[in-house]
Protein backbone atom coordinates (compact mmCIF):
# COMPACT_ATOMS: atom_id res chain seq x y z
CA UNK A 1 0.00 0.00 0.00
CA UNK A 2 0.80 3.27 -0.67
CA UNK A 3 2.31 5.96 2.32
CA UNK A 4 3.52 9.17 2.55
CA UNK A 5 6.04 10.43 5.46
CA UNK A 6 7.01 14.00 6.52
CA UNK A 7 10.00 13.23 9.09
CA UNK A 8 9.43 16.59 10.55
CA UNK A 9 6.63 16.82 13.29
CA UNK A 10 8.24 20.35 13.86
CA UNK A 11 10.10 23.19 12.52
CA UNK A 12 11.16 26.69 12.96
CA UNK A 13 12.51 29.22 10.89
CA UNK A 14 13.52 32.99 11.10
CA UNK A 15 11.67 35.20 8.85
CA UNK A 16 13.51 35.92 5.75
CA UNK A 17 15.67 32.48 5.92
CA UNK A 18 15.04 29.92 3.58
CA UNK A 19 12.51 26.67 4.18
CA UNK A 20 12.77 22.76 3.23
CA UNK A 21 10.11 20.66 4.11
CA UNK A 22 10.47 17.17 3.60
CA UNK A 23 8.29 14.55 2.22
CA UNK A 24 9.11 10.84 0.66
CA UNK A 25 6.63 8.73 -0.70
CA UNK A 26 6.58 4.65 -0.82
CA UNK A 27 4.83 3.23 -4.16
CA UNK A 28 5.73 0.92 -6.84
CA UNK A 29 5.25 3.63 -9.43
CA UNK A 30 5.25 6.99 -9.87
CA UNK A 31 2.36 8.62 -7.83
CA UNK A 32 0.64 12.23 -8.51
CA UNK A 33 2.09 14.44 -6.09
CA UNK A 34 0.72 17.61 -3.79
CA UNK A 35 1.42 19.68 -1.11
CA UNK A 36 -1.22 21.31 0.81
CA UNK A 37 -1.11 24.17 3.24
CA UNK A 38 -3.51 24.75 6.60
CA UNK A 39 -3.98 27.27 9.01
CA UNK A 40 -5.81 27.21 12.38
CA UNK A 41 -9.37 26.15 12.40
CA UNK A 42 -9.33 26.51 8.12
CA UNK A 43 -9.59 24.48 4.90
CA UNK A 44 -6.54 23.11 3.10
CA UNK A 45 -5.50 25.21 0.17
CA UNK A 46 -3.63 23.43 -2.54
CA UNK A 47 0.14 25.03 -2.80
CA UNK A 48 1.60 23.00 -6.11
CA UNK A 49 1.10 19.64 -7.73
CA UNK A 50 3.05 17.24 -9.69
CA UNK A 51 1.94 14.91 -12.22
CA UNK A 52 4.09 14.19 -15.15
CA UNK A 53 6.92 16.38 -16.74
CA UNK A 54 9.36 18.40 -15.49
CA UNK A 55 10.16 17.64 -12.09
CA UNK A 56 10.75 21.35 -10.53
CA UNK A 57 7.27 22.41 -9.84
CA UNK A 58 6.44 26.00 -8.84
CA UNK A 59 3.22 26.51 -6.82
CA UNK A 60 1.37 29.72 -5.40
CA UNK A 61 2.75 31.89 -2.53
CA UNK A 62 6.53 31.54 -3.93
CA UNK A 63 6.75 27.67 -3.26
CA UNK A 64 8.59 25.50 -5.00
CA UNK A 65 8.89 21.44 -4.74
CA UNK A 66 11.25 18.99 -6.48
CA UNK A 67 10.16 15.63 -7.13
CA UNK A 68 13.02 12.75 -7.04
CA UNK A 69 12.70 9.55 -8.27
CA UNK A 70 15.55 8.27 -7.16
CA UNK A 71 15.19 9.35 -3.32
CA UNK A 72 11.09 9.12 -3.39
CA UNK A 73 11.12 12.50 -2.43
CA UNK A 74 9.04 15.51 -3.22
CA UNK A 75 10.27 18.22 -0.80
CA UNK A 76 8.94 21.39 -0.61
CA UNK A 77 10.98 24.69 -0.53
CA UNK A 78 10.65 28.85 -0.16
CA UNK A 79 13.85 30.65 -0.23
CA UNK A 80 12.75 33.48 2.36
CA UNK A 81 9.99 32.82 4.65
CA UNK A 82 7.54 35.50 5.85
CA UNK A 83 5.27 35.03 9.04
CA UNK A 84 2.25 34.64 7.28
CA UNK A 85 3.89 31.52 6.40
CA UNK A 86 3.26 30.05 9.68
CA UNK A 87 0.80 27.25 9.18
CA UNK A 88 0.64 23.49 9.19
CA UNK A 89 2.06 22.08 5.45
CA UNK A 90 0.70 18.18 4.30
CA UNK A 91 2.52 16.16 1.64
CA UNK A 92 -0.09 13.81 -0.05
CA UNK A 93 -0.42 11.37 -3.06
CA UNK A 94 -2.75 9.91 -5.48
CA UNK A 95 -1.63 6.74 -7.10
CA UNK A 96 -2.41 5.43 -10.71
CA UNK A 97 -5.40 3.07 -9.47
CA UNK A 98 -7.22 5.12 -7.10
CA UNK A 99 -8.90 8.93 -7.11
CA UNK A 100 -8.44 9.29 -3.05
CA UNK A 101 -5.15 11.50 -1.11
CA UNK A 102 -3.18 9.75 1.06
CA UNK A 103 -1.63 12.33 3.20
CA UNK A 104 1.70 13.09 5.33
CA UNK A 105 0.73 13.30 9.35
CA UNK A 106 1.87 17.11 8.18
CA UNK A 107 4.72 19.55 8.94
CA UNK A 108 4.13 22.28 11.91
CA UNK A 109 5.84 25.53 10.82
CA UNK A 110 6.56 28.33 13.26
CA UNK A 111 8.20 31.57 11.74
CA UNK A 112 10.03 33.82 14.35
CA UNK A 113 10.50 37.12 14.12
CA UNK B 1 -15.94 32.29 -8.41
CA UNK B 2 -16.47 30.03 -5.23
CA UNK B 3 -14.65 27.72 -3.31
CA UNK B 4 -15.94 24.66 -2.14
CA UNK B 5 -18.80 25.21 0.07
CA UNK B 6 -19.29 23.74 3.52
CA UNK B 7 -22.28 23.95 5.96
CA UNK B 8 -22.68 24.26 8.93
CA UNK B 9 -19.19 25.05 9.71
CA UNK B 10 -19.79 23.94 13.41
CA UNK B 11 -21.91 21.05 14.73
CA UNK B 12 -22.77 20.15 18.08
CA UNK B 13 -24.42 17.49 18.98
CA UNK B 14 -25.51 14.64 21.37
CA UNK B 15 -24.71 11.54 22.26
CA UNK B 16 -27.38 9.13 19.84
CA UNK B 17 -28.49 12.04 17.59
CA UNK B 18 -27.91 12.44 14.07
CA UNK B 19 -25.20 14.77 12.10
CA UNK B 20 -25.59 16.11 8.68
CA UNK B 21 -22.73 17.78 6.84
CA UNK B 22 -23.26 19.28 3.71
CA UNK B 23 -21.20 20.01 0.62
CA UNK B 24 -21.16 22.05 -2.65
CA UNK B 25 -18.80 21.47 -5.10
CA UNK B 26 -16.61 23.97 -7.09
CA UNK B 27 -18.45 25.18 -10.52
CA UNK B 28 -17.79 23.06 -12.93
CA UNK B 29 -16.65 19.42 -10.52
CA UNK B 30 -18.41 16.15 -10.14
CA UNK B 31 -16.32 14.43 -8.49
CA UNK B 32 -16.67 15.11 -4.33
CA UNK B 33 -14.95 13.51 -1.22
CA UNK B 34 -15.10 13.35 2.38
CA UNK B 35 -12.29 13.61 4.27
CA UNK B 36 -12.24 13.22 8.28
CA UNK B 37 -9.44 15.00 10.32
CA UNK B 38 -8.92 13.78 13.99
CA UNK B 39 -5.45 15.14 16.04
CA UNK B 40 -3.97 11.63 16.79
CA UNK B 41 -4.76 10.43 13.23
CA UNK B 42 -4.29 13.18 10.82
CA UNK B 43 -6.59 13.54 7.38
CA UNK B 44 -7.86 10.25 6.31
CA UNK B 45 -10.34 9.44 3.13
CA UNK B 46 -14.02 8.61 4.20
CA UNK B 47 -15.68 8.50 0.55
CA UNK B 48 -15.28 9.47 -3.09
CA UNK B 49 -18.47 10.21 -5.01
CA UNK B 50 -19.75 11.20 -8.67
CA UNK B 51 -23.15 12.38 -9.28
CA UNK B 52 -25.62 9.91 -7.66
CA UNK B 53 -22.95 7.07 -7.36
CA UNK B 54 -20.15 6.25 -5.05
CA UNK B 55 -16.98 5.44 -5.92
CA UNK B 56 -15.09 4.45 -3.47
CA UNK B 57 -15.92 3.95 0.21
CA UNK B 58 -12.62 2.01 1.34
CA UNK B 59 -12.43 4.44 3.80
CA UNK B 60 -15.96 4.77 5.46
CA UNK B 61 -16.89 2.90 8.95
CA UNK B 62 -18.82 0.28 8.39
CA UNK B 63 -22.03 1.48 10.50
CA UNK B 64 -23.79 4.60 11.02
CA UNK B 65 -22.44 6.36 8.06
CA UNK B 66 -23.58 7.06 5.32
CA UNK B 67 -23.28 9.40 1.85
CA UNK B 68 -24.50 10.75 -1.15
CA UNK B 69 -24.30 13.35 -3.87
CA UNK B 70 -27.64 13.50 -5.79
CA UNK B 71 -28.42 14.69 -8.90
CA UNK B 72 -29.20 18.09 -7.91
CA UNK B 73 -28.09 20.01 -4.88
CA UNK B 74 -25.05 18.90 -2.32
CA UNK B 75 -23.52 16.20 -1.38
CA UNK B 76 -24.08 15.07 1.95
CA UNK B 77 -21.91 13.11 5.18
CA UNK B 78 -24.53 11.16 7.07
CA UNK B 79 -23.89 10.29 10.81
CA UNK B 80 -26.50 8.70 12.79
CA UNK B 81 -26.46 8.08 16.38
CA UNK B 82 -23.04 9.57 16.87
CA UNK B 83 -20.73 9.29 19.85
CA UNK B 84 -18.05 11.11 21.27
CA UNK B 85 -15.66 9.12 18.54
CA UNK B 86 -16.82 10.89 16.04
CA UNK B 87 -15.84 14.50 17.33
CA UNK B 88 -13.40 15.65 14.48
CA UNK B 89 -12.89 18.25 11.44
CA UNK B 90 -14.66 16.67 8.06
CA UNK B 91 -13.77 18.13 5.21
CA UNK B 92 -14.83 18.02 1.57
CA UNK B 93 -13.33 18.39 -1.46
CA UNK B 94 -14.00 18.39 -5.67
CA UNK B 95 -12.07 17.79 -8.42
CA UNK B 96 -12.73 18.33 -11.96
CA UNK B 97 -11.86 14.42 -13.23
CA UNK B 98 -9.89 10.67 -11.32
CA UNK B 99 -7.13 11.48 -10.27
CA UNK B 100 -7.06 15.51 -10.21
CA UNK B 101 -6.16 17.58 -8.02
CA UNK B 102 -8.43 18.24 -5.69
CA UNK B 103 -9.81 21.37 -3.54
CA UNK B 104 -10.94 21.39 -0.18
CA UNK B 105 -13.69 23.22 1.83
CA UNK B 106 -13.24 24.87 4.85
CA UNK B 107 -14.88 22.10 6.92
CA UNK B 108 -17.28 21.17 9.69
CA UNK B 109 -16.62 20.91 13.24
CA UNK B 110 -18.02 18.17 14.88
CA UNK B 111 -18.44 18.53 18.45
CA UNK B 112 -20.24 15.48 20.30
CA UNK B 113 -21.43 16.04 23.59
Known amino acids: AQSVTQPDIHITVSEGASLELRCNYS??????LFWYVQSPGQGLQLLLK??????LVQGIKGFEAEFKRSQSSFNLRKPSVHWSDAAEYFC???????????FGTGTRLQVTL | NAGVMQNPRHLVRRRGQEARLRCSPM?????VYWYRQLPEEGLKFMVY????????ESGMPKERFSAEFPKEGPSILRIQQVVRGDSAAYFC???????????FGPGTRLLVL
Open chain 2, 93 to 103: ASSQGERAAQY
Open chain 1, 27 to 32: YGATPY
Open chain 1, 50 to 55: YFSGDT
Open chain 1, 92 to 102: ALITGTASKLT
Open chain 2, 27 to 31: KGHSH
Open chain 2, 49 to 56: LQKENIID
